[in-house]
């Protein structure tokens, strides 16, 4: 599905398809660092996908969502009886990925106490379930991923050197989105198909919306973006997407410029930016599709406005309701 593609055109995310294709298959142990949120688990799924084991389970484990004391027999399962609350015995996620890939996701929220057991099963390749002694193998390939800096966390004290190089044998880095903004339309293009195959609705952004989302430095990176427009495609179902449209924080300047640079524009641009108007960029601008953005804009307004009665919209706009619906084909906007 979407959501398991690496998407993006890149310089940072060709050089990281290129490196996952290189250690896909390769029996190496992965580490996969960068920020929260911008596709870690993506990467990792990938590398799965293009390995020889991708016939078998992928599964995923968040360290630092899972209480310690549930923790171990999470990963290593238990026999019934092996704790208070343990009415039968269970697989733990090293049984459930046999033959294929586990991915410890967010490894650096570890409790030391379990690193050393993780680093074992690295090492040894077996393990126990709680409360057994029976040594089971494990046929697994490690993908761990973090957003911690782990040789900070060593110099702490809390996190295990030993595990660290043993789980560093290829690090990848996925970039925050700030750093790729180039990759932003791709990202909403294939996150908006993936919205409307989950039959949330189509989303259609005008450029307007589009410019002023890639002007944005998503601390929350792809997550941040995926939140959006899910709940975009919630509000406004099957419209175009105005600037106007978007939650104020995800607004810069009407034009793609940031209002609060429109003084040093121009001479007139104090005067035009109190009185409402685009200011003129200094830089040039391609006025054709400038104007065709606040037509797109308007049409789409009125007709949310009308609910969709193209002769309601036209008089709102006062125009003929035939050069109306010829703007709307030629601008690709249904009603």
Same mark, same amino acid.
């Given at each position: 599905?979407?959501?398991?593609r690496?998407?993006g055109?890149?310089?940072a995310v060709?050089?990281?398809r290129?490196?996952s294709a290189q250690v896909?298959d390769?029996a190496?142990t992965?580490l996969i660092?960068g920020p929260s +949120?911008?596709?870690?688990?993506?990467?990792?799924?990938?590398?799965?996908d293009l390995?020889?084991?991708r016939?078998a389970?992928?599964v995923? $484990?968040?360290?630092g969502a899972i209480p310690r004391?549930?923790?171990?027999?999470?990963l290593? +399962?238990h026999?019934r009886?092996?704790?208070?609350g343990? $009415?039968?015995s269970?697989?733990?996620?090293?049984?459930l990925?046999?033959?294929?890939?586990?991915?410890l996701?967010?490894?650096g929220?570890?409790?030391?106490?379990?690193?050393?057991?993780?680093l074992?099963v $690295?090492q040894?390749?077996t &393990?126990?379930?709680v409360?057994?002694d029976k040594?089971?193998s494990?046929?697994v390939r490690i993908?761990?991923?973090?957003?911690?800096?782990?040789? =900070?966390?060593?110099?702490?004290?809390?996190f295990?050197?030993?595990l660290?190089?043993?789980?560093?044998?290829?690090?990848?880095n996925v970039?925050?989105?700030a750093a790729?903004?180039e990759?932003?339309?791709?990202? $909403?293009r294939?996150l908006?198909k993936?919205?409307?195959t989950e039959?949330?609705?189509?989303?259609?952004? =005008?450029k307007?919306?589009?410019?002023?989302l890639c002007?944005h430095?998503?601390p929350?990176?792809?997550?941040?973006l995926?939140n959006?427009?899910?709940?975009?495609v919630?509000?406004?179902?099957?419209t175009?997407?105005g &600037?106007?449209?978007?939650?104020?924080?995800y607004?810069y300047?009407d034009?793609?410029?940031?209002p609060?640079?429109a003084?040093?524009?121009g001479p007139?641009?104090? =005067?035009?930016?109190t009185?409402g108007?685009?200011?003129l960029? =200094?830089?040039g601008?391609?006025?054709k599709?400038y104007?065709?953005d606040?037509?797109?804009?308007?049409?789409?307004?009125?007709l949310?406005?009308h609910?969709g009665?193209?002769?309601?919209?036209?008089?709102h706009?006062?125009?003929?309701?035939?050069t109306?619906?010829e703007?709307?084909?030629?601008?690709?906007?249904?009603?």
């Amino acid at each position: 599905s979407h959501r398991d593609r690496l998407v993006g055109a890149s310089a940072a995310v060709a050089e990281l398809r290129r490196l996952s294709a290189q250690v896909a298959d390769k029996a190496v142990t992965v580490l996969i660092t960068g920020p929260s +949120g911008a596709g870690k688990e993506v990467v990792a799924r990938s590398l799965h996908d293009l390995s020889s084991r991708r016939d078998a389970p992928f599964v995923p $484990i968040n360290c630092g969502a899972i209480p310690r004391e549930l923790l171990e027999s999470e990963l290593f +399962g238990h026999e019934r009886g092996a704790f208070t609350g343990a $009415i039968s015995s269970r697989a733990g996620r090293f049984e459930l990925a046999e033959g294929g890939t586990l991915f410890l996701d967010e490894i650096g929220d570890m409790p030391l106490e379990m690193q050393v057991k993780i680093l074992r099963v $690295i090492q040894e390749r077996t &393990f126990e379930r709680v409360g057994s002694d029976k040594t089971r193998s494990a046929d697994v390939r490690i993908i761990a991923a973090t957003h911690r800096n782990l040789e =900070a966390m060593i110099e702490a004290g809390q996190f295990r050197e030993d595990l660290y190089y043993r789980i560093n044998v290829f690090p990848l880095n996925v970039p925050a989105l700030a750093a790729r903004p180039e990759d932003i339309p791709h990202l $909403i293009r294939s996150l908006s198909k993936q919205l409307e195959t989950e039959g949330l609705g189509r989303l259609r952004l =005008a450029k307007s919306a589009m410019r002023s989302l890639c002007a944005h430095s998503w601390p929350g990176n792809i997550r941040e973006l995926a939140n959006l427009l899910e709940r975009l495609v919630i509000m406004y179902p099957d419209t175009v997407l105005g &600037f106007a449209d978007l939650p104020e924080n995800y607004r810069y300047g009407d034009d793609g410029w940031r209002p609060e640079v429109a003084e040093q524009e121009g001479p007139l641009a104090p =005067a035009l930016a109190t009185a409402g108007l685009p200011v003129l960029p =200094a830089t040039g601008v391609d006025m054709k599709e400038y104007l065709q953005d606040i037509e797109r804009e308007w049409i789409a307004q009125a007709l949310n406005l009308h609910a969709g009665v193209v002769s309601k919209a036209a008089l709102h706009l006062g125009l003929r309701r035939t050069t109306l619906i010829e703007k709307m084909r030629k601008l690709g906007i249904q009603s």
